[in-house]
Antibody, heavy 117, light 110 residues
Framework: EVQLVESGGGLVQPGGSLRLSCAAS????????LNWVRQAPGKGLEWISY????????SYADSVKGRFTISRDNAKDSLYLQMNSLRAEDTAVYYC??????????WGQGTLVTVSS | QSALTQPRSVSGSPGQSVTISCTGS?????????VSWYQQHPGKAPKLMLS???KRPSGVPDRFSGSKSGNTASLTISGLQAEDEADYYC??????????FGGGTKLTVL
């Protein structure tokens, strides 16, 4: 059974930093591309970042470019999102999602990030 | 990276059919056959319902179907059931390893 488990969310002050993790199991992690998608409270889904299976290709939504960094450790079956210079508008549930042929086939349960003073 | 346009809400009675539209541009929906649809129940993670415009993953009922014409994709749910009540999101590949979601549509089963 495929499992994606996010962690690392919490309350952080504006301007602060947070590192999210996503632990994967049930599939060959190094074979798949991965994404982060977020959802602000009561709002829709927003794609924010992509990383290829061997990290050669990385992309970001304009809303997080220059502030967030995606990475992965295939030896640890883990995906990460380093979030810096956080803003109130970054408050959201952050999901990691496994990608197969340009669609998101499996999602984690999400981790809540709250940016507030 | 503007969001795709979906109706905010649709509704239908059990057994009826509803269609949710998703309008983008030639840079996303119109330019690629990589449109997917996700169902999200309150407090739950999204679930893939359709990929590549109209392909159903294993386990998704054939009541769910998809199509695309130009810059607009559509999700049709036939034979509505109570458990279909949820939020639905379209998503399109937008080139350069980027994706864009629609704003979401709340489906109410009357």
């Amino acid at each position: 059974e495929v499992q994606l488990v996010e962690s690392g969310g919490g309350l952080v002050q504006p301007g602060g930093s947070l590192r999210l993790s996503c632990a994967a199991s049930g599939f060959t992690f190094s074979d798949y591309t991965l994404n982060w998608v977020r959802q602000a409270p009561g709002k829709g889904l927003e794609w924010i970042s992509y990383i290829s299976s061997d990290s050669w290709a990385i992309s970001y939504a304009d809303s997080v470019k220059g502030r967030f960094t995606i990475s992965r450790d295939n030896a640890k079956d883990s995906l990460y999102l380093q979030m810096n210079s956080l803003r109130a508008e970054d408050t959201a549930v952050y999901y990691c999602a496994r990608d197969l042929n340009w669609h998101l086939i499996d999602w984690g349960q999400g981790t809540l990030v709250t940016v507030s003073s | 990276q503007s969001a795709l346009t979906q109706p905010r809400s649709v509704s239908g009675s059990p057994g009826q059919s509803v269609t949710i539209s998703c309008t983008g541009s030639s840079s996303n929906v119109g330019g690629y056959n990589y449109v997917s649809w996700y169902q999200q129940h309150p407090g739950k993670a999204p679930k893939l319902m359709l990929s590549d415009v109209s392909k159903r993953p294993s386990g998704v009922p054939d009541r769910f179907s998809g199509s695309k014409s130009g810059n607009t994709a559509s999700l049709t749910i036939s034979g509505l059931q109570a458990e279909d009540e949820a939020d639905y999101y379209c998503c399109s590949y937008a080139g350069g390893f980027t994706w864009v979601f629609g704003g979401g549509t709340k489906l109410t089963v009357l």
